[in-house]
C-alpha cells in the first residue's frame, strides 16, 4: 500500500470515553462571564459546528482599537426579566447557516461555559433566538475532546435542582490536543 493512503487509515487517538464528560441532548449550563448567577437552558447540537447563544439589542463599537460588541443576555426562553447587558471584545465574524436553510453573518464572541464541575472557553455567535426553544444552543466545537452526548438523556450534567455553580468546585479543563 502507498504510505500515504497507510498514514489515512491509522486510528485517530481521542481521549477514553470514561474521561470525557456525558451530556444529555439539553442541559442547564452557565456562562459566568456573561451572569454568573443565573443559568440558561441549552441544546446540545452535534450537527452545528459553532455555538449560539440568543442575543437582543445588538450593537457594535470601537475600543482600543478592536470592534466590541454590546448586547442583552436573556436566560429565560420566553422572559424579558432577568436581562444582563454584556459587552465583548469580537474575536470573528462567521456565515452560519440556520436550520431553516438561511445564511447570517453572525458576531462571534468568547465566553466560558460551566456543565457539571468543569468550567472552559468557547465561541458563540450572537443572534436572534426567540423563536427557538433554547436560549443557548452548543454546538460539537465546544464539546470535542470535553464530552460526549447521550441523546436519549437530559440534563445529565447538570442536575435539575443545581441553581448555581461553586466557583470553588468547579475544574478547569484544558483544551483537547
Excluded at 134 to 149: D, K, M, N, P, Q
Amino acid at each position: 500500500m502507498a504510505p500515504r493512503l497507510l498514514s489515512l487509515l491509522r486510528p485517530v487517538v481521542a481521549p477514553p470515553v470514561a474521561a470525557l464528560l456525558t451530556v444529555g441532548w439539553k442541559e442547564w449550563a452557565y456562562l459566568p462571564d456573561l451572569s454568573p448567577d443565573r443559568r440558561v437552558k441549552a441544546k446540545i447540537d452535534t450537527g452545528a459546528a459553532t455555538s449560539a447563544l440568543h442575543a437582543e439589542e445588538l450593537e457594535f463599537f470601537e475600543r482600543d482599537g478592536s470592534q466590541w460588541c454590546r448586547f442583552l443576555f436573556l436566560p429565560r426562553q420566553g422572559s424579558a426579566k432577568n436581562g444582563v447587558a454584556v459587552e465583548r471584545v469580537v474575536v470573528d465574524r462567521r456565515v452560519v447557516r440556520s436550520s431553516n436553510g438561511f445564511s447570517e453573518e453572525r458576531p462571534v464572541v468568547t465566553t466560558d461555559l460551566v456543565l457539571a464541575d468543569q468550567r472552559w472557553p468557547i465561541e458563540v455567535t450572537l443572534t436572534n433566538r426567540d423563536l427557538m426553544g433554547f436560549r443557548l444552543l452548543i454546538g460539537r466545537s465546544a464539546l470535542r475532546g470535553r464530552a460526549v452526548v447521550d441523546v436519549d438523556g437530559a440534563y445529565l450534567a447538570t442536575p435539575i435542582d443545581n441553581v448555581r455553580p461553586i466557583e470553588a468546585g468547579l475544574r478547569a479543563v484544558p483544551a483537547p490536543r
